[in-house]
Nanobody, 121 residues
Framework: VQLVESGGGLVMAGGSLRLSCAVS??????YGWFRQVPGKLREFVAAVSGTKQDTLYADSAEGRFTISRDGAKNMVYLQMNTLKPEDAAIYHCAASSRVEIHRFPGLYDYWGQGTQVTVSS
């Protein structure tokens, strides 16, 4: 199983980015996006259920970020709008075999290496 993120980069505050995650080697029930900055714990951002298309967001992402998945392409996306400097982090895609949608990193089985998002003020 391999998850490969792309789409990160440098953007000005208020701008947008769309992150992509290509999943190969398996299909999973739930996919999530997490972010991490050096010295801090990995933080939940958003998750999507593969079967019910349910979504779950962190308070910091609600209303600004949108998670989606394309089952036919085995892709997961994170559209990020109105970015703030505090959104800067390495963003990781994760896959879980659990049917119920959740925000706990320990319940995800596979992780990508991440893509860097930098937001200038």
């Amino acid at each position: 199983v391999q998850l490969v993120e792309s789409g990160g980069g440098l953007v000005m505050a208020g701008g947008s980015l769309r992150l992509s995650c290509a999943v190969s080697g398996g299909t999973f029930s739930t996919y999530g996006w997490f972010r991490q900055v050096p010295g801090k714990l990995r933080e939940f951002v958003a998750a999507v259920s593969g079967t019910k298309q349910d979504t779950l967001y962190a308070d910091s992402a609600e209303g600004r970020f949108t998670i989606s998945r394309d089952g036919a392409k085995n892709m997961v996306y994170l559209q990020m709008n109105t970015l703030k400097p505090e959104d800067a982090a390495i963003y990781h895609c994760a896959a879980s075999s659990r049917v119920e949608i959740h925000r706990f990193p320990g319940l995800y089985d596979y992780w990508g290496q991440g893509t860097q998002v930098t937001v200038s003020s």
